[in-house]
């Protein structure tokens, strides 16, 4: 009887095998996305029965074809105070035909338009950041309309959630969305107080059966703050202490953005989509776009939302766009350089045709392997001449990268596959040469701090190290 039982077992666990085996096979080949990658992921359902294809369900789907993530896409509303500047205007402005392309590129991608004539101020010190972001805040009139991946419960926190607290109970608008997974962390008095005080506050897609696993993979990695249309931020500092006091990795060096002008109309537009994918409550209303102060500059900003429901890659085809179009340098700053065959390539090309090529990434990351997968493309790197440098003053968490004095972008992205495919992400590209000079210099004082990666001292490291940095590289898509 028991021989009999333990037979129908084995019978009815192969069949669940075999049958989640080939309708997940099914699913991934019809994708028609990169072969290499759909094999490894054939290899791994294969080889690694129902945990393969748990996994697969987890950190390889591809929602760009799902409906439930497209009707994201909402059509973005039309406001009476239209500030976009139309391409035919541009040709009447100074720019090469490197810039218009990258332009013409972002634009046609998913009608990114350009907006000209604001007043850009780049924050790269965390007190400095802050005390800018809460002031703001403090003196919103009409909304304030804020995104993040992680807000910790800690001091910084804290203060954001008593400034939210203090402008609702002020008869301000304030709406506020936040990571599920980002934000784990946060108790349910936290959001018990914030309700109480009439905050609106919506998680980005939350785990809810029957879809729990397939939603860990896609996260809202944003950082949007939008204080009465007037004023917007992003880049890479999240709502924690960790920017203002360190942590085991010491001291985090991390950039933002402040946008005052019409460019904060794509920040805003960025943000309706988001509030509306998380309650399907559309914003329609001129009080978020009102008209914007036209500053006495010649720059031009462009904001790119980027995610797995976009029909393009958007943040990565504009990275890629930009490096192309250098003659002079390119200086990066990334946390996590684990970047996909296009960018990489792209990468190795200036280099290689004389582009002073340089890479700033920290010498300790948050994790052991991501660490060992950004050191795993440091070889490639220095065979085409670019020059690699590990920050050694705390974690480098800085987003940015400028191009030529004359092109740079700063935001949420990561020169990483998480961040070109699974992650929502948010980018400024700046045509501007005042903040061009500025992150150039900026860049330049973190030099300083680093510690430049000799090739002929690179190649002598041992094995073990060359093995576990393949070993991680293998698993740099999830990562």
Not at 12 to 26: D, G, I, P, Q
Not at 177 to 182: R, V
Not at 215 to 229: A, E, L, P, T
Not at 313 to 319: E, N, V, Y
Request: hydrophobic letters at 40%; glycine letters at 4%; aromatic letters at 14%.
């Amino acid at each position: 009887m028991e021989f009999i039982w333990s037979n129908i077992i084995f019978v009815s666990l192969l069949a669940l095998y075999l049958y989640s085996a080939v309708s997940t096979l099914a699913v991934l080949l019809l994708e028609n996305r990169n072969p290499i990658r759909s094999i490894a992921w054939v290899l791994v359902i294969m080889l690694l029965p129902l945990l393969g294809v748990f996994f697969y369900l987890v950190l390889g789907q591809n929602l760009r074809q799902k409906k439930k993530i497209i009707k994201r896409r909402i059509r973005k509303f039309e406001p009476e105070n239209n500030a976009a500047i139309p391409l035919e205007q541009l040709m009447t402005k100074n720019l090469c035909n490197g810039t218009i392309n990258l332009i013409k590129l972002i634009q046609n991608e998913d009608d990114n338009v350009v907006y000209g004539n604001n007043k850009i101020t780049v924050l790269s010190e965390p007190k400095e950041t802050f005390d800018s972001i809460f002031k703001d805040i403090e003196q919103a009139k009409s909304h304030i309309h804020i995104e993040f991946y992680i807000i910790s419960n800690d001091r910084v926190g804290h203060k954001l959630k008593e400034l939210l607290i203090k402008k609702a109970q002020e008869g301000v608008e304030v709406k506020l969305i936040y990571d599920y997974w980002g934000c784990f962390d946060l108790n349910k008095a936290y959001f018990r107080s914030l309700k109480k005080a009439g905050v609106e506050f919506q998680a980005f897609y939350p785990p809810r059966f029957p879809y729990i696993f397939s939603r860990i993979n896609f996260r809202s990695h944003r950082k949007i703050v939008i204080v009465d249309g007037k004023i917007g931020y992003t880049g890479g500092v999240n709502m924690a202490d960790r920017y203002l006091y360190g942590d085991f990795l010491g001291a985090w060096r991390d950039t933002m953005v402040k946008i005052e002008g019409s460019a904060v109309y794509g920040l805003q537009e960025t943000f309706h989509a988001d509030w509306y994918f998380t309650c399907k409550e559309m914003l329609k209303d001129n009080k978020y776009f009102p008209v914007p102060e036209k500053y006495d500059t010649n720059n031009l900003i462009q904001i790119v939302d980027g995610g797995p429901d976009k029909r393009f890659k958007d943040i990565m085809l504009g990275f890629y766009q930009a490096i192309t179009t250098a003659s002079e340098y390119i200086y990066i700053h990334t946390p996590y350089f684990m970047p996909t065959d296009e960018i990489l390539t792209a990468i190795q090309t200036a280099a290689l045709r004389g582009v002073d090529v340089r890479l700033i990434i920290p010498t300790k990351s948050d994790t052991s392997m991501a660490q060992a997968s950004n050191n795993s493309f440091i070889e490639r790197l220095h065979e085409a001449g670019v020059k690699v440098y590990w920050f050694t003053n705390g974690f480098l968490h800085s987003k940015t990268f400028v191009i030529d004095d004359k092109i740079s972008t700063i935001g949420t992205a990561n020169m990483d596959f998480r961040s070109f495919e699974q992650n929502f992400e948010i980018n400024a590209f700046i045509y501007d040469k005042t903040t061009a000079l500025e992150l150039k210099e900026l860049f330049l004082e973190d030099i300083n701090q680093s510690k430049e990666v000799i090739p002929s001292e690179w190649q002598k490291r041992p094995k073990y190290q060359r093995i576990k940095e393949s070993l991680s590289r293998l698993f740099s898509p999830a990562m």
